[in-house]
T-cell receptor
Framework: DTGVSQNPRHKITKRGQNVTFRCDPISEHNRLYWYRQTLGQGPEFLTYFQNEAQLEKSRLLSDRFSAERPKGSFSTLEIQRTEQGDSAMYLC???????????FGPGTRLTVT | GENVEQHPSTLSVQEGDSAVIKCTYSDSASNYFPWYKQELGKRPQLIIDIRSNVGEKKDQRIAVTLNKTAKHFSLHITETQPEDSAVYFCAAVHSLEYGNKLVFGAGTILRVKS
């Protein structure tokens, strides 16, 4: 499968714990995006990388959230001290250079108990 | 910032009928409008898109129309089939904003009854 992949697909954690998700974009896609989707809503933009540089962060991304893309390939999204309100589907997407089309991964569903 | 509104929130049609989903956007500088289909438990899948210099685009049974003056765009599905049942999201991209981030509508649940 040459599409965007994400791991894990599901994560259940207790409030206060830290979690980390991984996204592997389509090969040669230099742009990588993180979105969050809650039930019954469209995805909301969280942050964006061009190669290894994080170029934009949404106000939704509190200081408990951090994202990295150290070598311009895969990316990780970490949530520290999780809260029940963090429960959502976390989606990753990638695009090639300045092209508009974004291709999504299957997402990581986070449940905070 | 950009705001995208989508309606209806749910749509039920009989197999073989047409379905139309409409979206409006707020920022006249937006210039790219994709549509995604998301089946239960699966990733959003890009099904069609349109740029602001085009008024209509068609791909087999699906088409998208864009009215820049009114700031709205629509998805048209003809000859609907049960496998068209899914959640459909529209989105807009503001070209002048760095990174081409997508701003999504809230989604439309389409049910095709056989």
């Amino acid at each position: 499968d040459t599409g965007v992949s994400q791991n894990p697909r599901h994560k259940i954690t207790k409030r206060g714990q830290n979690v980390t998700f991984r996204c592997d974009p389509i090969s040669e896609h230099n742009r990588l995006y993180w979105y969050r989707q809650t039930l019954g809503q469209g995805p909301e933009f969280l942050t964006y990388f061009q190669n290894e540089a994080q170029l934009e962060k949404s106000r939704l991304l509190s200081d408990r959230f951090s994202a990295e893309r150290p070598k311009g390939s895969f990316s990780t999204l970490e949530i520290q001290r999780t809260e029940q309100g963090d429960s959502a589907m976390y989606l990753c997407a990638s695009s090639f250079r300045e092209r508009y089309e974004q291709y999504f991964g299957p997402g990581t569903r986070l449940t905070v108990t | 910032g950009e705001n995208v509104e989508q309606h209806p929130s749910t749509l039920s049609v009989q197999e073989g009928d047409s379905a139309v989903i409409k979206c409006t956007y707020s920022d006249s500088a937006s210039n790219y409008f994709p549509w995604y289909k998301q089946e239960l438990g699966k990733r959003p899948q890009l099904i069609i898109d349109i740029r602001s210099n085009v008024g209509e685009k068609k791909d087999q049974r699906i088409a998208v129309t864009l009215n820049k003056t009114a700031k709205h765009f629509s998805l048209h599905i003809t000859e609907t089939q049960p496998e068209d049942s899914a959640v459909y999201f529209c989105a807009a991209v503001h070209s002048l904003e760095y990174g081409n981030k997508l701003v999504f509508g809230a989604g439309t649940i389409l049910r095709v009854k056989s």
